[in-house]
């Protein structure tokens, strides 16, 4: 039984930090607390996904976003990079 359920204390729910890096800043981090990997990458995902349908008009900015999920020592866990770039043909449109 994972956190020690069998023996009727839990060891505390190991807390993770969501941090968005863009070319000019990083923001502040996001809190996650979670002893599941796969649920920790999801919720990644869908924090990424919230993110952009929020702040759209800022990717168009920065062009690159590096977003994290790092442990309490600071060690980088999981990335999702996310680049938003004109082409050849929009290249000359502002």
Partial sequence: MPNGALCGWRLPIPKFNINIRTQSRISDTVPVHSDDHTALQI???RFVGELLKDHADLIWVDEDWQIDVSDETGLILYVLNITAM???ATASIP
Avoid: D, V
Wanted: proline content about 0%; aromatic content about 0%.
């Fill in 43 to 45: 919720e990644l995902a």
């Fill in 86 to 88: 004109k082409t050849a």
